[in-house]
Each structure stands twice: as structure tokens, then as C-alpha cells.
């Protein structure tokens, strides 16, 4: 059930089964009150700090980074459908960058998660690779793969696939071994062990390793988006900041922050879905 729903089935009158849009209207203000306030928050930081950009004869040319003019322009540029044109590249290569990250991540995690010697034996590998830089790798992908989108979707991967391969391992562990015993009674084999037993348990944590790799995949995408691409958010945010159009810039950093917060929102919801505590 949706919150609305929620919400609405909490007020419904028990005299004639109507709704108390009232008491309906107060709850709804009264969810909503932290975020707004946040955001209010959040925009006024935003606001002041471009009053003293632009009060600033040293910094006055960047006075564009303000909220006034970075909404408009933003609205300019949903009205054209350039956001789209710089979007759906992005949200391509990171789709394509988490792809991969979970077929390799999430059966590696499993296997680790296992078998206790495969575990020790690629702890120190794994974790040693896990500390570099996704961006490090970005000379070693212009020189591996041929073309520039490839090279973006392999850095992405990179920084995807250890928060899914390690959210995989761990919840294969907090596995019941009494599970497992009696799956074997009664005659489960390896591919029925992992679809009865394995995936079903592990789901949650499968979704909490892509939440967190999403952040870091999302993260990584702009910076990688400076390469030799022509298209994307990053692309976008180099050419604004190369042609001055500090408004245009600004914009795009909205257009980012709201398409994370949407990817995130997207992965609690799987999250809720799987989860074993949800109430019925």
C-alpha cells in the first residue's frame, strides 16, 4: 500500500465510509514538513551563497550559480528537451556500468559467501582493489576498450561492483545453516539451493549493495563523462563551465542531484519489497 493510501485508509469516517479531507490535508503537511523544510533549507544556503558571489567584484562574473537563474535556465532547458538529450546517455551508461556490476558482483559474493577458502583467498586481492580510485583506472580503459562509451561503462562497473559483491557475500553468512541441512534432505541440488534458499534470503542485501553502488556508480559518472564523449551530464557540465554558462552549469547540478535521489528512491523501494520484517 502506497503512503497516500495509507494515509487516506487512516481517515476514513466510520459513519458513512467518506474521507476527513481535513484531518487528511493535516497529515499529509505534517509528513511533508521536514522535507520542505529541508529543501528550504538547502535553497536558502544555495541563495546566500550566491548573494555573496555576485557582491563580490572578484567573483560577480559567477553570480549565474544562484538559484534564480540556474531555475530558469533549467526551465529553458526542459522546455527545449536539452536535459533529455544530456540524460538518457548518462542514465544508459550507468544501466549498462550496474548490469555489469551485478552479474559479476552478485554470483562472486555468493561463491565467497560459501566457501570459507575462497573467502580468505581473495580478501586481500579484493580489498586491495577496492581501495583504488574507479578514476584511477581511467587511463588503463581509454587504452583497453575501443570507444569512449565503453570505456565510461567499465569505470562505472568498477565503481559499482563491490558494494554488491560484498553486500552478496555477507548475506549469504547471515544464511541459516539449518537451511541449507534440510534443503539437502529433502533433495535439493545446487541450482534449486539457489533459487529456494540462497537468492530468496540474500534479495535485501542484494538491492542494499546496488543502493550503495548506485551512489558511487552516480558519483564516478560525471567526472568519467569528461572524456572523449559528446553527450551525458558530465559532457554537459564541462561545455557549460568552457563556455561560461554558469546558469546552465547549475542547472545540470539540479538535474543530477534529482535523478540520484530518484535511483535512490527506487532501491529503498525494491529494498522495503524484500525485506522479511515488512508488516503485512
Excluded at 529541508?38 to 572578484?58: E, K, M, Q
Excluded at 526551465?75 to 546517455?89: I, Q
Excluded at 534432505?185 to 538491492?207: C, E, H, K, V, Y
Aim: net charge negative; hydrophobic share 55%; glycine share 10%.
Amino acid at each position: 500500500m502506497s503512503s497516500v493510501q495509507s494515509i487516506t485508509g487512516e481517515h476514513l469516517t466510520a459513519r458513512d465510509g467518506g474521507i476527513d479531507w481535513g484531518s487528511l490535508m493535516r497529515s499529509v503537511l505534517a509528513r511533508l514538513a521536514y522535507p520542505l523544510a529541508g529543501i528550504s533549507i538547502l535553497v536558502a544556503v544555495w541563495w546566500f551563497g550566491g548573494y555573496l558571489i555576485a557582491s563580490n567584484p572578484d567573483t560577480e562574473s559567477f553570480a549565474d550559480f544562484a538559484p534564480v537563474p540556474a531555475f530558469i535556465r533549467l526551465g529553458d532547458l526542459l522546455e527545449s528537451g536539452a536535459v533529455w538529450t544530456a540524460v538518457f546517455p548518462s542514465l544508459e551508461r550507468i544501466g549498462y556500468g550496474l548490469l555489469w556490476a551485478v552479474l559479476i558482483g552478485v554470483p562472486t559474493g555468493v561463491a565467497i559467501g560459501l566457501y570459507a577458502s575462497l573467502r580468505e583467498l581473495s580478501h586481500v586481492p579484493f580489498q586491495f582493489l577496492r581501495m583504488i580510485s574507479p578514476l584511477a583506472w581511467m587511463p588503463i580503459a581509454v587504452l583497453a576498450f575501443e570507444t569512449w562509451d565503453a570505456a565510461i561503462v567499465f569505470l562505472v562497473a568498477v565503481a559499482a561492483i563491490w558494494p554488491v559483491l560484498f553486500s552478496s557475500a555477507q548475506g549469504v553468512r547471515r544464511i541459516d545453516p539449518l537451511w541449507f541441512k534440510v534443503a539437502r534432505n529433502l533433495g535439493a541440488d545446487g541450482l534449486q539451493m539457489l533459487r529456494r534458499i540462497i537468492f530468496p534470503a540474500i534479495a535485501q542485501d542484494i538491492f542494499a549493495g546496488i543502493r550503495l553502488a548506485v551512489g558511487v556508480a552516480w558519483i564516478v559518472l560525471v567526472p568519467a563523462e569528461y572524456l572523449g564523449v559528446t553527450s551525458g551530464l558530465g559532457y554537459a557540465i564541462n561545455d557549460a563551465r568552457d563556455t561560461l554558462e554558469y546558469d546552465t552549469l547549475a542547472a545540470m547540478v539540479v538535474v543530477i542531484g534529482v535523478i540520484g535521489f530518484l535511483l535512490d528512491g527506487i532501491c529503498v523501494t525494491l529494498i522495503r519489497r524484500f525485506s522479511w520484517h515488512q508488516e503485512g
